[in-house]
C-alpha cells in the first residue's frame, strides 16, 4: 500500500514499522486477534497443523542462507503453526537452508496461551499435523513427551493416509487453492519476497 494513503512519507511508515516491531507491537495485536476469535468461538485448538515455505531473500541479511529450491540463492523459509481452521497462531523465519522438522518442537513450544473462555488455557495442541517432511522419530518421542499425539504423515508409505484433508490449511496459507493462485500470505509481494536485511522487519511484516 502506497505511504501516501496513510497521510505521511514512506520513510516515516519505515521508521513507524521499525518502532513498532522493536516494541514488540505485532506480537501483542496477535494475541489481541486470537484471544477475540477464541471468544467468538471460531479457534479449534486442539488440532495444530505445520509446514514451512520458502521465500527470496533479496538482501540477504539475519534468518537467511542458501537455498535449496531456488539455486542457491539467498532466502528465508516461514515456518508456520496453524489451528485446524488455518487460522495463523505461530509463525518462525529461519535461513532458507534449515530443514523444516527444525522448527517443530520450537513452533510447538510456542504455541500461543490463548484466553478469551473460561478456564485453564491450553498449553498445547493434542494432536500435530504435518507432512513427510517432519517424520522422524526423535521427533515424535519429543512430541508425545509433551503429552501430545503426533499425526505425521510416514516417510516410503503410500498416499491416502487422510492427513491432507486438515493440513491444506496450512499450504493454503503458502500456495492458495489452484497452480494460479497465490496463499493467503504470499499473495502479498513484500511476504513472498523478502526485501528487509533486517529478519526483525520483515518479520514484523509477516
Known amino acids: 500500500m502506497p505511504a501516501e494513503q496513510f497521510g505521511c512519507s514512506g520513510i516515516t511508515c519505515w521508521r513507524r ?3 513498532w516491531t522493536e516494541a514488540g507491537v505485532w506480537p501483542q495485536l496477535h494475541q489481541v486477534l486470537l484471544d477475540e476469535l477464541r471468544a467468538a468461538g471460531k479457534l479449534q485448538l486442539e488440532t495444530a497443523v505445520v509446514d514451512g515455505s520458502h521465500v527470496r531473500a533479496l538482501k540477504s541479511g ?4 542458501p537455498s535449496p529450491v531456488d539455486c542457491s540463492r539467498s532466502g528465508s523459509k516461514h515456518h508456520l503453526l496453524t489451528d485446524a481452521g ?3 497462531a505461530v509463525v518462525m523465519l529461519t535461513g532458507g537452508n534449515r530443514h523444516d522438522v527444525t522448527q517443530l518442537l520450537p513452533l510447538v513450544d510456542a504455541f ?3 484466553r478469551g473462555l473460561r478456564g485453564r488455557p491450553r498449553l498445547y495442541p493434542d494432536y500435530p499435523y504435518a ?3 517432519y517424520d522422524y522419530g ?3 518421542r519429543a512430541l508425545r513427551q509433551r503429552g501430545i499425539l ?3 504423515a510416514r516417510r516410503g508409505v503410500a498416499h491416502g493416509s487422510g492427513l491432507g484433508r486438515t493440513c491444506w490449511v496450512v499450504e ?3 500456495v492458495g487453492g489452484t497452480t494460479r493462485s497465490r496463499g493467503r500470505l504470499h499473495q502479498f509481494k513484500r511476504l513472498r519476497i523478502r526485501y528487509e536485511v533486517r529478519a526483525d522487519l520483515h518479520l514484523g511484516h509477516v
Do not use: A, E, N, W
Open 172 to 174: 493454503l496459507m503458502f
Open 17 to 19: 514499522l521499525r518502532d
Open 62 to 65: 539475519g534468518h537467511s542462507g
Open 138 to 140: 526423535v521427533y515424535r
Open 86 to 88: 488455518g487460522v495463523p
Open 112 to 114: 500461543p496461551i490463548v
Open 150 to 152: 503426533p499425526r505425521i
Open 131 to 133: 507432512d513427510r517432511g
